[in-house]
């Protein structure tokens, strides 16, 4: 279940930017909200997030898949209120998220193929597109986001927002499995688009299950 938490979690709660952001838009989709009021170029980086972030489950879920408990964890997740936020800078090695022995003991094999596959330029922007909301070091918004920052950007220092007053809840990778069927929705519906848009041939072929002729014709015609 879709809950305003989780959405947030995933993206990011109301009035966290004074200005529009990709996050923003791709928040918007998920509830099916109309976007038209934004610019094409923030449109299009909201796709580019759409795409990472299911590719990104989808690795994990083939990691996880063995782990049954995980599926439904988020039901037993405490879910603290949100507070205000300010920017920080913090080096994401530092981002938390809530581990469990189970998936200690796995190698994420798929999901360390696919953020592989990721230019550090093109992670860099994701991270401006979504910057992490945190609670001391642990994710509590744009948590996929912090997650691919902590595990390309190690030793970077990036921009986050800090709430004011620590809250939990604290997210496990698989709370956010239950998004799949709508990201995989919006990505057949703009799978070209998300191939247009993407910043090289080899990023569109990350992001998309197309085979490498299929992308370049697309790129070609655009």
């Known amino acids: 279940m879709m809950t305003p938490l989780l959405i947030d979690a995933l993206t990011i709660s109301e009035g966290r930017f004074k200005k529009p952001c990709p996050v923003l838009v791709l928040k918007m989709m998920l509830l099916n909200e109309e976007t038209s009021s934004f610019s094409e ?18 690795a994990v879920d083939m990691d996880l898949f063995k782990v049954k408990t995980l599926k439904n964890s988020v039901k037993r997740r405490h879910w603290g209120k949100v507070d205000k936020a300010q920017d920080k800078m913090v080096v994401a090695d530092q981002l938390r998220l809530k581990h469990l022995d189970l998936e200690e003991m796995i190698l994420f094999l798929n999901t360390q193929h696919f953020l592989k596959k990721l230019p550090i330029s093109f992670v860099q922007k ?97």
Do not use: C, M
């Open 41 to 58: 170029e923030i449109k299009n980086q909201a796709l580019l997030l759409l795409a990472i972030y299911r590719k990104l489950l989808l």
């Open 126 to 222: 994701l991270v401006d597109w979504a910057p992490p909301v945190v609670s001391g070091t642990f994710l509590i918004e744009n948590v996929l986001a912090g997650y691919i920052a902590q595990k390309l950007l190690p030793l970077e220092r990036i921009k986050v927002k800090e709430l004011g007053k620590s809250v939990q809840p604290y997210f496990h990778l698989a709370d956010f499995f239950v998004f799949l069927p709508r990201l995989e929705e919006l990505y057949q519906k703009h799978q070209q688009q998300i191939v247009r848009v993407a910043p090289t041939a080899e990023v569109a072929l990350a992001l998309t299950d197309l085979k490498k002729a299929r992308v370049y014709r697309i790129r070609s015609s655009s």
